[in-house]
């Protein structure tokens, strides 16, 4: 019997990005269910009770929640293409604090970055920034941070690709000219299709935001 998988999502989020490019690495079909968070689904309110949030994996009827233990699912379970984690204990641990790292710092400092203003807007940026750099550092000469494929560190990462032009805009901060390298990573990533086809367009997230700014009375 074939695998049932569904994914309950929202399209600019990052966080349900992450499951889109690893599903598409692993040549997994699933069904797609759009979700309204401002009047979700029974079944998301059903297969996630605790969070409520997106994105949830249901497969086989069974619910994953939380992105990154989604994709150590969806890794575990599909394991005979493309891995996302190493074999070897240590490089699986450092793969899994690496993740953690971009799961706590990158969307909550972009975050305040554009939605703050004054000392606490510094610091965001700043801080924004040095977790970059800090990413670049780990990234090092190697192509991808999984080595020469794509890892559950890309995969936790590049889905932010949409929102660095929000980020660097109303951050006023340039992730090309002060990380090149990570840069260069970014459009690595592009090349595969994987990518490509699974994140949303950055001009659509850019006027998200402005409306987010908007209600916020920052425009």
Known sequence: MADEVVLLDFWPSPFGVRLRIALAEKGIKYEYKEEDLENKSPLLLQSNPVYKQIPVLIHNGKAVCESLIALQYIDEVWNDKA???PFDPYLRSQAKFWADFVDKKIYDLGRKACTTKGKEHEAAQKEFMNCIKSLEVELGDKPFFGGETLGVVDVSLVPFFSWFSVYEKFGNFSIE??????????KRCLEKESVSK?????????EIFVDIRKKLGME
Do not use: M
Request: net charge negative.
């Open 83 to 85: 891995p996302l984690l």
């Open 177 to 186: 000219l002060e990380c090149p390298k990570f840069n260069a990573w970014i």
């Open 198 to 206: 699974s994140l949303p367009d950055q001009d659509k997230i850019f």
